[in-house]
């Protein structure tokens, strides 16, 4: 069975710093594009980044350009989610996901996990 698990997720003061992981099975990693979504409480879930399958371009929501990056070690089937100089603003539950194709549409990803709470405190 395809399993995606997030971990690392918890409590940082403004300005500091979280690395997110998800560890992937039960799929083809190298051959998937990861992203990366995030719904905070009432909003709708939103894409924050992606890395491509074979190489290592990554594309990012404007919000959080300069602060997030993307990074993977298909030998280990994982993807991360580095954050600094975090804000209240992203507080949400974070998701990855894996995809066939780049893009930024939630409905383009198979697979998902069962998402990390970050929480921002001011």
């Known amino acids: 069975q395809v399993q995606l698990v997030e971990s690392g997720g918890g409590l940082v003061q403004t300005g500091g710093s979280l690395r997110l992981s998800c560890a992937a099975s039960?799929?083809?990693?190298?051959?998937?594009?990861m992203g990366w979504f995030r719904q905070a409480p009432g909003k709708e879930r939103m894409f924050v980044g992606a890395i491509a399958a074979n190489f290592g371009m990554t594309g990012y929501t404007d919000s959080v350009k300069g602060r997030f990056t993307i990074s993977r070690d298909n030998a280990k089937n994982t993807v991360y989610l580095q954050m600094t100089g975090l804000k209240p603003e992203d507080t949400a539950v974070y998701y990855c996901?894996?995809?066939?194709?780049?893009?930024?549409?939630?409905?383009?990803?198979?697979?998902w996990g069962q998402g990390t709470q970050v929480t921002v405190s001011p």
């Open positions: 996901a894996a995809a066939r194709a780049f893009k930024a549409d939630s409905r383009d990803y198979d697979y």
């Open positions: 039960g799929l083809p990693f190298s051959s998937y594009v």
